[in-house]
């Protein structure tokens, strides 16, 4: 395990700290003509030849493989990638990179991890609740709120395209994990929070309509994951 943080360690600080902007775009500009492409991967094998203390004489397969595979993967990535898949292509970008990490670590070490260890009645049922915060709230409280709907068009274009089900989303995340957690007070902090962001909204609109339909549904998001929370909570004192 020691040897994968080591090789993460040297991945978050090529990949994050020692890359600017600048190096970026001029990769996805140029690909592989792109000097910085190259001094990225430079620093890459530097930082690695930092963590492993210059023992290339162990760990040489180990050198290699990582910096040619991400070479490889970032070049895979610069090729396939458009304006409207980068978010989709930074995400398999560093998956790749940790698979590979993890794959280069299992040269040396048991880097194995038995799936069965994984699927056990307490992390089921987690998935299963988070999935129903997340996910079927949302569809929900779509559901209950609808029927009033009293957004403009005007404020729909004011806005920022599924802002409002992101957000909805993460205040409910953010809740169950403060019931689970025992953090009651965060949650007051969390509605406060939002009232205070909110407060100009309802207080420049002069529909009465906008201000009841934007407090039901912010109700009712902070209702569903609460009762979420003390409901999860109970069927685990039950496992």
């Not at 050198?63 to 980068?86: A, E, P, S, V, W």
Request: glycine fraction near 4%; aromatic fraction near 16%.
């Amino acid at each position: 395990m020691l040897l994968f943080l080591k090789f993460l360690l040297a991945h978050i600080l090529g990949d994050f700290v020692f890359q600017s902007e600048k190096w970026v775009k001029n990769k996805e500009e140029k690909k592989i003509k792109s000097i910085k492409l190259y001094f990225h991967i430079g620093i890459h094998a530097l930082l690695l030849l930092l963590v492993l203390q210059f023992n290339l004489q162990e760990y040489w397969l180990a050198f290699l493989f990582i910096i040619g595979t991400h070479c490889l993967i970032d070049l895979l990535k610069l090729y396939l990638q458009t304006k409207n898949t980068q978010r989709i292509w930074f995400f398999i970008d560093q998956v790749l990179h940790l698979i590979t990490l993890g794959f280069a670590t299992s040269f040396y070490v048991d880097f194995s991890l038995p799936i069965e260890n994984f699927i056990t009645d307490k992390i089921l049922l987690l998935i299963i609740f988070l999935l129903l915060v997340v996910f079927v709230s949302a569809i929900v409280i779509k559901i209950i709120i609808t029927q009033w709907n009293p957004e403009s068009e005007k404020e729909n274009d004011e806005s920022l395209a599924k802002a409002g089900r992101y957000i909805g989303m993460l205040e409910r995340l953010f809740v169950f994990t403060f019931v689970i957690s025992n953090h009651w007070e965060a949650i007051g902090f969390l509605l406060a929070a939002k009232s205070v962001f909110r407060f100009g909204d309802l207080t420049s609109s002069k529909d009465r309509k906008l201000t009841e339909y934007i407090l039901i549904g912010t109700l009712l998001s902070f209702g569903f994951a609460i009762f979420l929370g003390v409901l999860y909570l109970y069927l685990l004192n039950l496992l």
